[in-house]
């Protein structure tokens, strides 16, 4: 738990201790659940006169989230390999799993999504293949260090003086867009392993994010630009059979369409995903994460909504520029919900420094 003295924008809801376990054990207890998983999914027909197979995939997402907040390691950056964990295996089972997949399939199912490999079909030689792994590379070492050298040196050494600072003042506007670039260039890390071995074994790795604060608006920002993995698999999951049952329905009514409503609905769930991965470690709920999503939810969704016409193309030119600066202001302004329930514990902050 953090000594800070900042409290929540939203609520404070603190939970009890986990129960630590040593790293070994609990590698074992995921390994366990992983495998209780596999039996579900495999017998779900036959356990559809108990439970439906949507309904029980539902439950084994829950558990998947419940378990990093009651079970611990006393190791701070094995706790945040653990939150992040049910986030990619929950999504993997509810909507990657298939009934009819072997024991060997399903773990490399689970090893293909969780290390975001790309298995769609290519013409590349395998001399293309390592030239973009050598990239890849190339992007995360610039990205670590631009940040070594040109972000660091941009914010305060205690990063939680941000909690302390007006949120709209425009200091404390400049530090949030400066940490959440430092947050995105930290991930550039990833780039340099998956390169890595994309160079050296030749598997190939999707890109996980494109340029997202060259974002024009919201929408281009969470729908193109930002965690693409995720956006893939919600899109080819929900969005796609959300459009399909408009057509079906022909659903013209004032509540919105389906995709819209489904929309929502994802980034509220990705808001309490998120909520819960930060309450696994600081054992505290704010709902400050949900709330930041439910707004850019809503965002999202007036854009696609009011955004008709010719204003529905990409702008270009000096228009381009003038819609990033707004975008750039619309989450500089809201990031505050954010960053706030990580820089109040002194876990991230000492993982952040790590870095």
């Not at 995939?57 to 701070?76: E, N, Q, T």
């Not at 030239?131 to 631009?146: H, N």
């Not at 990833?190 to 890109?207: E, N």
Request: hydrophobic content about 50%; overall charge positive.
């Amino acid at each position: 738990m953090s000594s800070s003295p900042y409290t929540s924008y939203v609520v404070d809801i603190h939970l009890p201790p986990a129960i630590i376990i040593p790293p070994v054990i609990l590698t074992l207890v995921y390994a366990l659940v992983l495998t209780i998983d596999y039996v579900l999914i495999k017998n779900e027909a036959k356990l559809a006169s108990i439970i439906s197979p949507m309904k029980l995939r539902g439950l084994i997402a829950v558990y998947h989230f419940l378990l990093p907040i009651v079970f611990a390691s006393k190791y701070d950056f094995g706790n945040i390999s653990f939150m992040l964990q049910p986030w990619t295996t929950a999504l993997q089972i509810v909507f990657l799993a298939k009934t009819d997949l072997s024991i060997k399939k399903w773990v490399a199912m689970l090893f293909k999504v969780a290390t975001f490999q790309d298995d769609s079909p290519t013409t590349d030689t395998s001399r293309e293949i390592r030239i973009k792994g050598l990239k890849k590379v190339a992007r995360g070492s610039t990205k670590f260090v631009f940040m070594k050298l040109v972000l660091d040196g941009l914010l305060p050494k205690d990063l939680s003086d941000l909690l302390g600072m007006p949120v709209f003042s425009p200091r404390a506007l400049f530090i949030t867009y400066v940490l959440a670039f430092r947050i995105y260039c930290m991930m550039g890390v990833t780039d340099i392993i998956m390169g890595l071995v994309q160079c050296t074994c030749l598997i190939r790795f999707k890109d996980i994010f494109d340029n997202p604060f060259m974002a024009s608006s919201p929408k281009d920002f969470w729908n193109k630009r930002w965690n693409r993995l995720v956006n893939s698999i919600f899109r080819q999951f929900i969005f796609l059979k959300a459009m399909d049952q408009d057509k079906k329905k022909e659903d013209k009514t004032g509540g919105g369409s389906s995709a819209m409503r489904y929309g929502l609905l994802v980034f509220v769930l990705s808001g309490l995903f998120h909520d819960f991965m930060i309450a696994a470690a600081a054992r505290t709920i704010t709902f400050e994460l949900t709330a930041f999503f439910l707004i850019h939810g809503i965002a999202v969704a007036l854009e696609v909504k009011y955004r008709k016409g010719k204003f529905k193309k990409e702008p270009t030119g000096i228009y381009s520029i003038l819609c990033n600066l707004l975008t750039v202001l619309f989450f500089t302004t809201t990031g505050r919900l954010f960053l706030a329930p990580i820089l109040r514990q002194e876990v991230f902050l000492r993982i952040a420094q790590q870095f």
